[in-house]
């Protein structure tokens, strides 16, 4: 399957081997993620400024993982600038809520929503790059889907209760983290030994 790939894609075996050599980054990614999601829901009664910062340093370590995976991947011929872009765009999400602690929950959801629907879109296109290299690339494309229809949720009920908002969050960031960790640990089953 991956021969055919070859006269497919520009750069076919490159991005499989980054991600397959750093499939730890998707699991600690993925980890974050469901730590993320469990605090949410052990801290029901979180304040709004509680939660500020708690996505805060999420997004912030989302971004920082994504941009380690670009960095290692870097010198290949697999194409990182998606990594980079999500890593970057977390990175900003992740400072601005920590300069603007104050944000209004308004602000924050819609800053969730376009980090959300970012971060989806950029993971299919990732996933589309490598249907043709692995085997359950689903996790990759379903998890891009699952970030894209959170952030359209939240665009389209802005004005949820914050105990709901709190809750879909961190429901959200629990499946999110599940797909993750799946893809990386299926990563891991095919990285050949040498790598």
Do not use: C
Not at 155 to 164: E, I, Q, S, T
């Amino acid at each position: 399957m991956a021969g055919h790939a070859g006269a497919l894609t520009p750069f076919p075996v490159a991005l499989h081997e980054v991600l397959s050599r750093n499939w730890w980054l998707l699991l600690l990614r993925g980890f974050a993620a469901i730590g993320f999601g469990v605090l949410a829901f052990l801290w029901p009664g979180l304040t709004l400024l509680a939660l500020v910062f708690l996505y805060g340093a999420y997004a912030l370590l989302d971004g920082i993982l994504s941009l380690a995976a670009a960095i290692k991947g870097r010198g290949t011929a697999a194409p990182t600038g998606w990594l980079v872009f999500v890593g970057l765009l977390g990175i900003g999400a992740g400072l601005a809520t920590f300069f603007w602690p104050a944000i209004t929950a308004f602000v924050l959801v819609m800053l969730i929503a376009v980090w959300s629907i970012f971060q989806g879109a950029f993971t299919i296109v990732g996933a589309v790059r490598l249907r043709r290299e692995i085997e359950g690339e689903w996790w990759l494309i379903l998890s891009g889907l699952l970030s894209v229809a959170f952030g359209v949720l939240l665009m389209v009920h802005p004005g949820a209760g914050a105990l709901a908002l709190i809750w879909i969050i961190g429901a959200y960031e629990i499946v999110f983290g599940v797909l993750q960790i799946g893809l990386a640990l299926r990563l891991h089953r095919r990285t050949p030994a040498t790598a």
